[in-house]
């Protein structure tokens, strides 16, 4: 798998409740639509280990097969609407992309030694 994943924050005016039911709510469903799309995981961030991790308010991860599936993913009217559909709502975010490795599958937790 080929994963985007985007570390965000809220606006500085919204409450991270108001964030967070944006942010699966009519936010979700315009990402929903993205072709491609393989796989999405939501973490609504609730502590931060510590003071350095503070202020973020959700953790993405889309999975798409390749980096070239992901391209063409970002290259659709789907993604733009997306995007458009955050606007210039001036909350902060952080993007990565990657290939993936999986080291533990789910259910291998007290398979093999793990």
Known sequence: MYDLIIVSSKPPE???EEFIEWWRGPHAEATLKIPGL????????????????????GVSMLSFDSSEAADAAFASEEWKDAVAQVGDMRGRRLAFLGEEIVRVPENAVGKAGL
């Open 14 to 16: 919204w409450t991270h």
């Open 38 to 57: 393989r796989s999405w995981r939501q973490i609504e961030i609730d502590r931060a280990l510590d003071k350095r991790s503070q202020d973020w308010d």
